[in-house]
């Protein structure tokens, strides 16, 4: 029923994911890298709200868990400043090439 109507919902989310997965990839901070991430988390959270609501056999599971996959990214990203603010006090940097030295 809803595959025509759900395209550009799809398109969107993709083009979402792309602009976050190049994020991810080529910028040297990690402040970026990590609203990157965000960025993928967030064309896939549109991708389970699209196919839960214009699916063919529309209910709300897409959305629950949508909503449930934003819970648990908040809690990433907070874990994830946290730490980004712990090591700026320790190197004076957030490049992910300066903070590399971690595995030494």
Do not use: H, W
Request: aromatic share 6%; glycine share 8%; charged share 10%.
């Amino acid at each position: 029923m809803g595959a025509g109507l759900a395209t550009p919902y799809l398109t969107l989310a993709a083009i979402l994911f792309c602009i976050g997965l190049y994020g991810a990839l080529a910028k040297k901070s990690a402040i970026i890298v990590l609203l990157s991430v965000e960025l993928m988390l967030n064309a896939v959270n549109l991708n389970l709200v699209a196919f839960s609501k214009l699916g063919v056999s529309p209910n709300l599971t897409g959305q629950i868990f949508s909503l449930f996959n934003i819970t648990i990214a908040a809690a990433e990203v907070a874990v994830g400043i946290a730490i980004l603010i712990t090591l700026y006090r320790i190197k004076g940097t957030t490049d992910v090439n300066e903070i590399d030295s971690l595995k030494r």
